[in-house]
């Protein structure tokens, strides 16, 4: 869930309290995906991944995509034991349902997300 908190202040750009983001877009789906490889801190699987992410942003609905690896912590609140992070932003939650379906994203995950990773993470969210 700190993962979660932090992507979201990242992606909004906005670090206040007050309840809604600082980039008020109602109704845009967000998709944050985090990715501990098989072969942790594996650079090659890790480079595979994000040029994953960027293709996938080409598909359609898709508003945007950031990508990174592990910006690791000594703070205890920040989980710094995965390898790559997604945040994929849709115009809509169906965007994001047409994401999830479509032929492409499905290859992605089969041919090499799958074959790479231990364990995956997702956090869908909506902003208000």
Known sequence: ???LMAVMFIVTGCFTTGGTSCTEKPGIAHHVVIFWL???GNSNDRDRIIQSARDLAKLPGVL???QGIVLPSDRPVVDSSYDVAFVFSFRDKQALSDYNVNPVHKKAVDEIIKPLVSKIQVYDFIEK
């Open 64 to 66: 945007g995509v950031k």
């Open 1 to 3: 869930m700190v993962v």
């Open 38 to 40: 098989k072969d942790h």
